[in-house]
């Protein structure tokens, strides 16, 4: 799933930026994400990117420490960010626990969003720029980004970021694009793989409402693509599978 989504993921990113000459991706951190990432960095094809003329951004962060090891930034570094010749002005991370704003989650939400309205152009929707892709890892209990069940952040309509308070997985406090930033994006791409993934995916494309399943509020203007493997894949209905070739 990962070499696959790798794959595609270069080829939008190229015919983004030979039609508009720069690219923007949201990334998504956790297994799914990272291994992606890691694809990618492994690809011969991902030379055929311009790596100086995309902009990165985050879908959620972990409230610490810059250089903390649990960071999806850092991760993201390993993986494949410190291999490429990225324009650091560019790589739009979100801040971090010790940064300007201190240990204010809500302060540094504010501030990520006020970044992405300065990115944003007068045609973009709801004060956010126009990611090319925007990609969610699909956690067990139907999270995508750090949108969880129930939860403040999920119910948002109006802010696209905010602080998370009492995440129910660690660490507790974070920072989260919401459901309204991630569908001003072209294109929502949902990534899952595993069987722990899989009541998730089939609860999420079985009509579960946003509130309760997260996942099923994230869809882009243009497309949503879920990107399965077959372990993550084999709860879902029947109906959901294309018919068969002859």
């Known amino acids: ?90 790589v739009h991370a979100m801040p971090a626990s010790d940064g300007p704003h201190g ?14 309205a300065r990115a944003a152009g007068p045609t973009n929707h709801g004060g956010v720029p126009e990611f090319d892709v925007l990609m969610l890892g699909v956690g067990p209990d139907t999270h995508v980004a750090s949108l969880f069940p129930e939860l403040p952040a999920v119910r948002e309509t109006e802010r696209v970021v905010v602080g998370v308070h009492g995440a129910p997985k660690p660490p507790p406090t974070r920072v989260t694009l919401t459901l309204p930033a991630i569908r001003a994006a072209r294109e929502v791409w949902l990534l899952a793989a595993g069987e722990d993934k899989a009541e998730a995916a089939a609860i999420a494309l079985s009509g579960a409402g946003e509130i309760q399943a997260p996942a099923a509020g994230a869809y882009g203007r243009a497309r949503t693509l879920w990107l399965l493997d077959a372990a993550a894949a084999s709860q879902l209905p029947r109906a959901l599978y294309p018919p068969a070739s002859a």
């Open 1 to 90: 799933m990962a070499q696959a989504a790798a794959a595609r993921l270069i080829t939008r990113i190229v015919d983004a930026q030979a039609s508009r000459g720069s690219a923007s991706v949201v990334l998504t951190g956790g297994r799914n994400g990272n291994g992606l990432l890691a694809a990618l960095a492994a690809a011969p094809a991902r030379d055929a990117v311009d790596w100086g003329r995309i902009d990165l951004w985050w879908g959620d962060e972990r409230f610490l420490p810059e250089g903390d090891p649990e960071r999806n930034v850092t991760q993201a570094r390993e993986a494949l960010l410190d291999a490429v010749p990225l324009d650091p002005e560019r």
């Open 103 to 116: 240990t204010d989650v809500d302060a540094a939400a504010a501030a990520y969003a006020e970044e992405l």
